[in-house]
């Protein structure tokens, strides 16, 4: 069984900092990707944010430089530092990896079960 659990979120103020953090674990794998993905109510789960195992990112254009989204893929962890934010930013962050099982060599997408992100004075 392999477990994804995010930690980090909150209650913060427009124009304020808050960092996510998200750990795969509980079987031998190796990660392809891992990611965050955001749904505000009423909208659909989209991407904000994703790193390769080669340390390519992918940035959702909304963020606008403003977060950063780091990997240690020896720990299989996955972090978002978000800066400046904003309402539009506010959420559910789901954490999301693509990992490769290493007895079997099958890929698996597994999410976590999210971390709520406010955004308001």
């Known amino acids: 069984q392999v477990q994804v659990v995010e930690s980090g979120g909150g209650l913060v103020q427009p124009g304020g900092s808050l960092s996510l953090s998200c750990e795969v674990s509980?079987?031998?794998?190796?990660?392809?990707?891992m990611g965050w993905y955001r749904q505000a109510p009423g909208n659909q789960r989209a991407l904000v944010a994703q790193?390769?195992?080669?340390?390519?990112?992918i940035y959702e254009d909304s963020i606008k430089g403003r977060f950063t989204c780091s990997a240690d893929n020896d720990k299989n962890t996955v972090a978002l530092q978000m800066n400046i934010l904003n309402p539009e930013d506010a959420g559910i962050y789901f954490c999301y990896a693509r990992i490769v099982l290493s007895d079997s060599y099958d890929w698996l997408d597994v999410w976590g079960r999210g971390t709520q992100v406010i955004v308001s004075s």
């Open positions: 790193i390769t195992r080669s340390g390519n990112v």
């Open positions: 509980g079987s031998i794998f190796t990660v392809s990707k």
